[in-house]
């Protein structure tokens, strides 16, 4: 199983950025996936979780902001970030949930800075 993240970038406070999180390897609809993310010397956190039915969850810090979705047919999982903040800066990764987890991604880069 392999896990693509992609979509970062540098953004400006205020700008969006949409990420994308590939799986290939295995059918991913059948798992609830999550979006990571981990700034240097910090633990991974969970930023938004979608199950296999749709439902979703988010992290306070991003509640309203950002909104997680998934294309089955496409064996991709989103998320669609508007109103950046430069705390929002970290390496942003995919995985399902819950654990055990597929070896991790190397991530997307995702900088909120002017």
């Known amino acids: 199983v392999q896990l693509q993240a992609s979509g970062g970038g540098l953004v400006q406070p205020g700008g969006s950025l949409r990420l994308s999180c590939k799986a290939s390897g295995m059918v991913f609809s059948i798992n609830a996936v999550t979006w990571f993310r981990q700034v240097p010397g910090s633990t991974r956190a969970a930023v938004a979780t979608?199950?296999?039915?749709?439902?979703?969850n988010y992290a306070d810090s991003v509640k309203g902001r950002f909104t997680i979705s998934r294309d089955n047919a496409k064996n991709t999982v989103y998320l669609l970030m508007n109103s950046l903040k430069p705390e929002d800066t970290a390496v942003y990764y995919c995985?399902?949930?819950?654990?055990?987890?597929?070896?991790w991604g190397q991530g997307t880069l995702v900088t909120v800075s002017s």
């Open positions: 979608i199950t296999s039915g749709g439902s979703t």
């Open positions: 995985n399902r949930s819950p654990p055990p987890y597929y070896t």
